[in-house]
């Protein structure tokens, strides 16, 4: 007889639970820090009500963690322990290195790709699409509330993160830029991804963050 108030198919003496539990945990590890619940559903086929009761238990019992900005999910703590390595999460080996994964990106987006770093709180820039050169360099690195990815950083400052900004250019009209939170293993902000896009695409920054969803946690391991 199942306890009221509990899913029967979920509860940890039944095999199935367990073993879509497993699966959910090795899709997390594959796919990296910040895969979506949809993201999951998708690769592993199971309907979004089981993966979402899957992940409402593993995010309780610390085997999983929400990311801060509720981006997506990352391994826990109790996942690091078992593997031997407390307080660290684990994170499959990177396989590119972060030009190879904005080569592809750039070959599928019409407009700029670029990537900035923030380590230690300080926006640097990493990669600068050579076919969509920024318009103004200096005041970027200068200004934070100048792009984009400036206001990553500010939201970051305030306390307030976001999974990305959207702004359009003053200084050349009909363009815009989107900017993408790229986060580690244990949520904090490391980066960000900007695309440089006409203006009429900004209208869906949902639509955007979801074109980057999987490349998003690739940049993160690879900028470890």
Do not use: W
Request: charged share 20%.
């Amino acid at each position: 007889m199942s306890q009221p108030g509990r899913d029967p198919g979920l509860t940890g003496r039944q095999p199935g639970a367990v073993h879509g539990a497993l699966s959910v945990l090795e899709e997390v590890a594959r796919v990296g820090p910040g895969v979506t619940a949809q993201q999951i559903s998708a690769g592993l086929g199971l309907p979004r009500a089981t993966t979402y009761r899957l992940l409402n238990l593993l995010v309780q019992d610390e085997y999983l963690v929400r990311l801060p900005d509720l981006a997506g999910f990352a391994l826990g703590r109790k996942v690091a322990l078992l593997a031997g390595v407390a307080g660290l999460a684990v994170q499959p080996e990177p396989q590119d290195a972060p030009h190879d994964i904005l080569v592809e990106l750039r070959g599928r987006i019409r407009g700029g790709v670029h990537l900035a770093s923030f380590r230690e709180g300080v926006l640097e820039l990493v990669d600068v699409d050579p076919d969509f050169p920024l318009s103004d360099e200096r005041r970027m690195l200068s200004d934070l509330t100048a792009s984009a990815l400036g206001g990553l950083l500010l939201a970051e400052r305030r306390g307030a993160p976001v999974p990305y900004v959207a702004v359009f250019d003053g200084s050349v009209p009909g363009r815009g830029c989107f900017a993408a939170a790229i986060r580690d293993a244990q949520g904090s902000l490391v980066a960000g991804l900007a695309l440089a896009l006409p203006s009429q695409r900004l209208g869906d920054p949902e639509a955007l963050l979801e074109l980057t969803a999987a490349d998003r946690p690739r940049l993160a391991a690879a900028l470890r």
